[in-house]
């Protein structure tokens, strides 16, 4: 048996800290995840003149979380599947992830692997500059749904509808899931996926969708609303059973059916905001697969986020775990 299958796309990071100067003159906004092609991949770190490596993309850092929270607390493995290159990037990839005790179901393709460039600003904000390369070749015939039959959660992020191939692949196992009773969780991922997809979205997450995570400028920019945070996590009920809104830290709103709960964030001293949200994802879910409550999964979120926030990189070894669980 498996806790979380998850769906991603396997990037190695290049986190580096820059002045604003350098986004002003790559012409990009301040904060936006943007698609590049290699060449232009290869300009950019030439730009760049230090960066640490780990290993990235939304959904990896959910099942690495899982896996962290795990080593402490143990909970059947999680699975985590994706396509990346046979290159040295492609390997490097491969070996970190096997250090964290994830079971890895990665396609080899014959493509460049993908990998993002991640530069923090001052103002602690991220802009992220991504090439997809052999992540755009995962499809069916990449899943195992072998392993996806013996997980208790299926996760997907919104990330994965930039490429048709692999939106039909994780369509295809969120309804292969549906009929095995598996929840979906789903996590809407950036504002600018919300901006490209919010018709497709509106339409395929309700029946589908088990559990919804998205911050406040996600939902506002999904149900078209500027109102009050208590309105809006109201109105995103109308998308799912079960929808957690992240509103940074003073903390998040969870609808159950309804019911509309609140939790604390915490104050903490940050310096990279790098998955942050996606250790949020991996906080409450582990939670739920420790038989938790909603509102104590979502205090276990909480806490996670706000100390991977004040070290480097979504790196999990630099962090002490009695505080991220007892914290608070």
Known sequence: MYAVYGIGNPLLDFITHTDFSLIERLGTRKGTMNLIAYEQMQEILNLVKTYINIPGGSCANTIRGIAWLSAGDPIQPSVYCGAVGSDRIGKQYLRFMKQGGIHIRLAIKKSLSGCSVIMITPDLERTMFTYLGACREFGND?????????????YITGYMWDTENQKEA??????????????????????????????????????????????????????????????????????????????????????????????????VKAIDTTGAGDCFAAGFLFGLLKGYSNIASARLANRLASRIVTVEGCEFTRLKYQQVVEEG
């Open 142 to 154: 990449d899943l195992d749904l072998n392993a996806l039959a013996q997980s208790r959660y299926l």
């Open 170 to 267: 994780v369509q295809k196992a969120v309804d292969f899931a549906l009929k095995k009773d598996i929840t979906v969780a789903f996590d809407l991922a950036d504002p600018f996926v919300v901006q490209r997809y919010r018709e497709e979205f509106l339409s395929w997450i309700p029946g589908r969708v088990g559990i919804l995570f998205g911050n406040r400028d996600e939902l506002k920019l999904m149900l078209e609303e500027e109102t009050s945070d208590e309105e809006l996590i109201n109105r995103a009920g109308e998308l799912s059973g079960l929808v957690i809104m992240k509103i940074g830290q003073q903390g998040c709103l969870v609808n159950e059916n309804g019911l509309i709960l609140s939790e604390h964030g915490f104050h």
